[in-house]
């Protein structure tokens, strides 16, 4: 049996974006000391209340706003949020929040746009998968990940992939290339198949985004179409951004094997950089900043020994991407 590495849509896209980012967290396995960013763990938070309130079939959990409230518990962390809507000062200077305030406004906001969701039917949530990748009939890799839900959507009778996002600012032109929806649409139709949760020619029609705006509902009153209105009862001529956003993105079949087919063509590169048969090379932008590495990875730009000082003294290191045998010969 060969020995593959276990790869993740986050291991995935971090090699996209700079391969020296990702050997320095993938390979070398190093991690900074710090805590996670907050928007990460808000994120996960959300998640994880939205996970437990869409039950499987028609069946709802407890509201999400109550479970959000159990998962902070007594942290206090402040998040960036977008109050462009409300006041132009505002919009000038970054405005950071109570994350737990700010999670359960939002969270009950939504319950309030959207109720129990009665016309979805929930057939997986929270599925974890693992595939073999398979290039030129060997298998380079082992693809993990959870994907958030599966559902039928009564409304417009397709079946959809779930994919919930909070973000400071809702964008939507690129989801039709969006890779790690994409790559988990074609997992979840493999897996689904092989469970028998779905026949063997049933396919997803398509990915359901479900977009949370982190921004506290505006407190204006509003028309029976959804303006906001001024205190003299007049519309106002500064409208939100929607806090909510659910865009279906569709999907074919023959994506399926597209998405596996790339994905395996990016696990091949990975390969032969962790194998030393190709450079690790940086990817330079104007993101460098917001890298967990940025200032590690100037000093190394500038060669010596004083990046190393600094890796050992501003970072653990963890295990590395997990290797494990294949099940093919």
């Known amino acids: 049996m060969s020995v593959v590495p276990i790869i993740s849509n986050s291991e ?10 990702w050997w320095w967290a993938y390979v070398d396995g190093l991690r900074p000391r710090a805590r996670p960013a907050d ?23 407890p509201l999400p706003a109550a479970t959000w409230k159990n998962w902070v518990g007594d942290e206090i962390r ?14 000038e200077q970054p405005v950071y929040e109570d994350a737990g305030e700010l999670g359960q406004a939002m969270l009950e906001a939504y319950i309030k746009e959207y109720g129990d969701d009665p016309y979805l039917e ?6 974890p998968f693992e595939l073999e990748i398979v290039r030129d009939d060997e298998v380079i890799a082992i693809f993990i990940g959870i994907f958030d839900g599966v559902a039928i959507d009564h409304w417009w009778n397709n079946m ?6 909070t973000a400071g600012a809702i964008k939507t032109m690129h989801l039709g290339l969006d890779n790690q929806a994409g790559s988990y649409f074609s997992a979840a139709t493999i897996v689904l198949r092989h469970q028998g949760i779905i026949g063997r020619k049933d396919t997803i029609d398509g990915i359901k985004y479900n977009f949370l705006r982190k921004s506290k509902p505006d407190p204006r009153e509003r028309n029976e179409r959804g303006a906001y209105l001024n205190k003299d009862g007049s519309v106002s001529k500064k409208q939100p951004a929607k806090a909510f956003v659910r865009e279906f993105v ?3 079949p023959r994506e399926v094997g597209s998405q596996m087919r790339r994905l395996a063509n990016e696990v ?10 190709l450079p690790v090379n940086k990817v330079t932008n104007d993101m460098c900043p917001y890298c967990p590495f940025h200032t ?3 000093m190394h730009e500038r060669g010596g020994s004083a990046w190393r000082e600094y890796r050992d003294a501003m970072y653990t290191v963890s295990e590395p991407s997990p290797l494990r045998k294949s099940a093919a010969e």
Request: include cysteine.
């Open 268 to 277: 091949f590169v990975m390969n032969k950089v962790r194998n030393g048969e």
């Open 39 to 61: 928007a990460l763990w808000f994120g996960i938070g959300v998640h994880e209340a939205l996970a437990l309130f869409y039950n499987e079939g028609f069946d709802r959990g």
């Open 296 to 298: 590690m990875c100037t």
């Open 78 to 91: 402040y998040i960036k949020a977008n109050f462009a809507d409300h006041d132009r000062e505002w919009f």
């Open 122 to 127: 929930i057939l997986a949530v929270e599925q």
């Open 250 to 252: 569709d999907r074919s």
């Open 12 to 21: 995935r896209n971090t090699f996209g974006r700079c391969p020296q980012r």
């Open 160 to 165: 959809v992939l779930l994919e919930h996002k």
